[in-house]
Antibody, heavy 120, light 108 residues
Framework: QLQLQESGPRLVQPSETLSLTCTVS??????????WGWIRQPPGKGLEWIGSISYGGNTYYNPSFKSRVTISVDPSKNQFSLRLKSVTAADTAVYYCARRKPYLYHFDYWGQGTRVTVSS | DIQMTQSPSSLSASVGDRVTITCQAS??????LNWYQQKPGKAPKLLIF???NLETGVPSRFSGSGSGTYFTFTISSLQPEDIGTYYCQQYDNLPMFTFGQGTKVEIK
């Protein structure tokens, strides 16, 4: 059974960089050219897609974040990562990592989510 | 940008009731629409993909229909375990994925 687990600091200072890692277990991150994405949910609000990356390293970002976000993949560790720079309180959210199959455009496996608070 | 308008924002229904949620797109998105269920404190779970296809393992009381700009999601007989928030998600303008605002479903 595929599992995804987010990890990283729960508290980030304003103007600093938010860094999260998603560790994939129960399957290879490179298997069948899956895509791996980050979605977030501010407190009491809806879901917002941040971006995705393919096993080969092709990245796709929400234009709302494009100047601040970097997603990378480390196949040797079966992990992919999110970096969001210059954070503000508006970036406080639960951050989810998720998987998407190639040629299908839905997210079928999700991590449990990690809450990140931006505050001094 | 394609805007997704979900309604209602919340609803309360009795066990056994038929529940319908709608999602309207600001432009034609063919059948490029998925539905998710999110229980409190949990990650979203895929229920319906490509407007009307039931994800493996999802109970058959859940269904989806529609195309173009108007889509519906139905629970044929509401069960206590169905409480949560339901989201539509469009993928017509790849690589962007956009979610609706969500519909909170409660038991009356």
């Amino acid at each position: 059974q595929l599992q995804l687990q987010e990890s990283g600091p729960r508290l980030v200072q304003p103007s600093e960089t938010l860094s999260l890692t998603c560790t994939v277990s129960g399957g290879s991150i490179g298997y069948r050219n899956y895509y791996w994405g980050w979605i977030r949910q501010p407190p009491g609000k809806g879901l917002e897609w941040i971006g995705s990356i393919s096993y080969g390293g092709n990245t796709y970002y929400n234009p709302s974040f494009k100047s601040r976000v970097t997603i990378s993949v480390d196949p040797s560790k079966n992990q992919f990562s999110l970096r969001l720079k210059s954070v503000t309180a508006a970036d406080t959210a639960v951050y989810y990592c998720a998987r998407r199959k190639p040629y299908l455009y839905h997210f079928d496996y999700w991590g449990q989510g990690t809450r990140v608070t931006v505050s001094s | 940008d394609i805007q997704m308008t979900q309604s209602p924002s919340s609803l309360s229904a009795s066990v056994g009731d038929r529940v319908t949620i709608t999602c309207q797109a600001s432009q034609d998105i063919t059948n490029y629409l998925n539905w998710y269920q999110q229980k409190p404190g949990k990650a979203p779970k895929l229920l319906i993909f490509d407007a009307s296809n039931l994800e493996t393992g999802v109970p058959s009381r859940f269904s989806g229909s529609g195309s173009g700009t108007y889509f519906t999601f139905t629970i044929s007989s509401l069960q206590p375990e169905d409480i949560g928030t339901y989201y539509c998600q469009q993928y017509d303008n790849l690589p962007m994925f956009t979610f609706g605002q969500g519909t909170k479903v409660e038991i009356k």
